[in-house]
């Protein structure tokens, strides 16, 4: 299939989604994936929010890509901040780099940082969207493009499921679409500064995540799978 197909098909069903399930959120991490989407989203005036985490931890190069976000597209991003008092419980129990010591420790984390903030994000919508590819790594092969999300209780979409890393790329590249400038020193998915890394030549595009932990494990709660869970 061709780049323009794959394109048609994404927007074909960022539409439905905006149509039958209104209102349909989409989740950024402002990772490569997710520029392609809001690029998408704001280009053809789709009724779609889109929001991203900050968990407090991320590197300066995301925030400036949030600002540069705004000024090329004129509209802002939607951040999401952790709760104070669950952050300060987590650091006092496991310490403020406890992610490294402990795998309890890291989920803690994530769970504080990421997860309770994505719920209170996806409250009363009925379909969130995310720039989810299977070829990203192990945890994500059975990526659908529409799925029901038993955890949050609503439909997630992946719009971008079969697209390759070259896909994802050569859209960037031909629409001119900001991105993170940690992409251009070998970092291939991007999350919090102190548990994100480059990948090495022939790892998976998600290594350089948690790289510390076991393949399998390498997701924080926000896409777990039955099969990743
Ligand atoms: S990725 Fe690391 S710093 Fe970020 S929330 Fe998870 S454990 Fe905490």
């Not at 952790?82 to 769970?111: L, T």
């Amino acid at each position: 299939m061709s780049l323009e197909q794959k394109i048609e098909e994404a927007l074909s069903v960022l539409r439905r989604a905006s149509q039958d399930f209104d209102p349909t959120v989409m989740a950024s991490s402002l990772g490569a994936e997710d520029m392609v989407l809001t690029d998408l989203i704001w280009k053809n005036d789709l009724p779609v929010e889109i929001f991203t985490l900050d968990t407090g931890r991320l590197p300066e190069a995301t925030h400036r890509l949030l600002s540069l976000v705004h000024d090329h597209y004129g509209k802002a991003i939607r951040v999401y901040f952790p709760k104070s008092e669950d952050v300060e419980q987590v650091v006092s129990q496991y310490g403020i780099n406890g992610f490294y010591h402990h795998m309890e420790g890291r989920k803690a984390c994530c769970r504080a940082r990421k997860v309770a903030v994505l719920q209170r994000a996806l409250q009363s919508r009925r379909a969130w969207i995310t720039g989810l590819r299977r070829e990203q790594s192990p945890t994500r092969q059975s990526v659908q493009t529409v799925s029901w999300d038993e955890e949050h209780g609503l439909v997630k979409l992946s719009p971008l499921a079969e697209w390759t890393r070259d896909d994802v790329w050569e859209y960037l590249r031909l629409y001119n679409v900001p991105y993170n400038a940690l992409h251009d020193q070998g970092y291939t998915s991007i999350g919090c500064a102190p548990c994100t890394r480059a990948v090495r030549e022939g790892e998976d595009e998600r290594a350089g995540r948690w790289w510390w932990e076991h393949p399998e494990s390498r997701e924080c709660g926000l896409h777990l799978t039955k099969e990743s869970a």
